[in-house]
């Protein structure tokens, strides 16, 4: 059976183009992801928060209220909450209560299928629940099921504030490893002269979807929000023979909490190392222009929002009037109009990647000493060759490289 929630939608007045009903739509997607059945929305304004409650007196009572009358099972704040806020509203509420930050972190942690990306989403959980330890007191550790309740994978959660500091530090370090050994994949890489192009965007954008196009990677997919959780990287081959490693990562959302950014960094290091960077944006989105700028604000967070982009504009298989796409377009210096799932204009975009990376290409017209096969192989491997011709003395080769390939094929 479903569980029945009550969502409860803080209101500051806040004056920017992320409005209460794109906040109310995006929490029922959240629910949506784990199961949850929304059966009330309560809209609470707040022009300065309490300390008890966050929200006024009225409006608990008000919840409490319904609680009662929908037979709600939980209570989702969408704002975050502290401890003692938290304390208070289940004791009027008579039932769990958490706030936005849990539910995505309930999410992420039905998501996560990796040692990684478990290591992660039980750092952030840690690091979420560390300074709510006075607050919560003894129900810190929450034995029922339901959403919220997923905790990082220990029978029942220390509530020692040393313990849990420690257990912090032993996932950093883990973490910090698995960081180094992606360093480590990464330089090996750049020694063969492969470069990386990360697929980012808004979670339900359609980045799974266009890597499974792009290299029938057979990423699972599915119509929801962060259905990818753990980053994949697979090998792709450009028209001009040129290799590149394109990786997904996690998705983004509004206001990101920042304990997910800090505690997956090393998935998003993805993301600052990569030498291109593809924007995947549904356009059949009535938001998405709000969506973007989410996206837009996590990129430079992550100090990656002067990267060479470009941007995906997906699923226009969903749009019937495509004519002010054209036109939407040229206001970016790079973009292609796409349905990932169908593939329409994915070979455009493969060209314009081809493109962009061209950049990096350099026409050589080289003699190579004949003990230097290894060169050779490396042309044809990450070049493009255009004539080759073998002597006594040297092998003339006529080609298109990489930069760095170039500088070693001069004697």
């Not at 994949?232 to 450009?238: A, D, E, Y």
């Not at 509004?254 to 997956?264: K, Q």
């Not at 040297?394 to 004697?411: D, E, N, S, Y």
């Amino acid at each position: 059976m479903s569980e029945k929630v009550l969502l409860a939608v803080v209101d500051f007045k806040k004056r920017d183009a992320w409005s209460i009903e794109d906040s109310i739509q995006e929490l029922n997607e959240l629910v949506a992801a784990c199961s949850g059945e929304v059966v009330g929305c309560v809209v609470c304004p707040v022009t300065k928060p309490t300390a008890n409650f966050l929200i006024g007196k009225g409006k608990v009572e008000e919840i409490a209220a319904l609680c009662v009358t929908l037979e709600a099972d939980t209570v989702i704040v969408s704002h975050d909450l502290k401890g003692s806020q938290q304390r208070n509203l289940e004791e009027n509420f008579k039932v769990k209560t958490i706030d936005r930050t849990q539910l995505i972190l309930d999410i992420f942690a039905r998501r996560a299928k990796s040692q990684e990306g478990k290591m992660q989403v039980e750092l952030a959980q840690l690091a979420y629940l560390l300074p709510r330890l006075v607050g919560h007191g003894t129900e810190l550790s929450r034995l029922g099921g339901g959403i919220g309740t997923l905790g990082p994978g220990e029978t029942k959660l220390e509530t020692d504030r040393r313990k849990i500091s420690t257990r912090i530090d032993k996932l950093k370090q883990a973490l910090k490893d698995v960081s180094n050994q992606r360093q480590t994949t990464r330089k090996k890489r750049q020694d063969h002269l492969i470069l990386n192009i990360s697929l980012v965007g808004y979670t339900n954008a359609g980045k799974s979807t266009l890597l499974n196009c792009l290299t029938h990677a057979d990423q699972v997919m599915h119509d929801g929000v962060f259905t990818t959780l753990d980053s994949l990287s697979r090998q792709f081959l450009l028209p001009n023979h040129q290799k590149v490693i394109l990786c997904d990562t996690v998705g983004f959302i509004h206001e990101l909490p920042h304990h997910l950014i800090e505690s997956f960094k090393t998935t998003l290091e993805e993301v600052k190392e990569a030498d291109l960077l593809l924007h995947v944006v549904d356009v059949s989105h009535p938001n998405f222009r709000n969506l973007k700028e989410a996206v837009d604000s996590v990129l430079t967070q992550l100090d990656a929002d002067q990267k060479s982009t470009i941007m995906v504009f997906n699923k226009i298989d969903r749009i019937s009037d495509r004519a002010w796409l054209d036109e939407f377009k040229k206001n970016f210096e790079h973009a292609v109009c796409v349905s990932a799932l169908n593939g329409e204009n994915i070979s455009e975009l493969v060209d314009k990647i081809a493109a962009l990376l061209a950049d990096g290409l350099v026409e050589i017209n080289v003699k190579i000493p004949l003990n230097r096969m290894d060169l050779v192989n490396l042309i044809h491997s990450k070049g493009q060759v255009h004539s080759i011709e073998y002597s006594p003395d040297f092998i003339h080769v006529q080609a298109t490289v990489p930069a760095p390939l170039a500088q070693k094929c001069r004697f």
